[in-house]
Nanobody, 122 residues
Framework: QVQLVESGGGLVQAGGSLRLSCAAS????????MGWYRQAPGKQRELVAT????????NIADSVKVRFTISRDGAKNTVYLQMNSLKPEDTAVYYC???????????????WGQGTQVTVSS
């Protein structure tokens, strides 16, 4: 059983900062990438940022590139999202994602956290 446990969401004023954390646990053979997606009310889920575990290459949305930073701690199977200069349009439920293999022979699959609410007031 794989679990992705997120923390760090909350309410913040525009211009403020938040740091999200997501820890993966369970019987995991290999994590290939971890990242964050978000979904605002009435909108589709969108990529925020992902980071590869093999070479730490990063894919990050243009809308947050200057303000958000993704990082990881491989020893802890944890990914972080530092969000600075937050804007009301960043308000959404933020979901942690992990692309991982349960065993050496299994295919890669996507796992999701339960989501954490980020609300930015103007």
């Amino acid at each position: 059983q794989v679990q992705l446990v997120e923390s760090g969401g909350g309410l913040v004023q525009a211009g403020g900062s938040l740091r999200l954390s997501c820890a993966a646990s369970g019987s995991i053979f290999r994590i290939n990438a971890m990242g964050w997606y978000r979904q605002a009310p009435g909108k589709q889920r969108e990529l925020v940022a992902t980071i590869s575990t093999s070479d730490s290459s990063i894919n990050i949305a243009d809308s947050v590139k200057v303000r958000f930073t993704i990082s990881r701690d491989g020893a802890k199977n944890t990914v972080y999202l530092q969000m600075n200069s937050l804007k009301p349009e960043d308000t959404a439920v933020y979901y942690c994602n992990a692309d991982l293999q349960l065993t050496e022979l299994s295919y890669e699959d996507d796992y999701w956290g339960q989501g954490t609410q980020v609300t930015v007031s103007s």
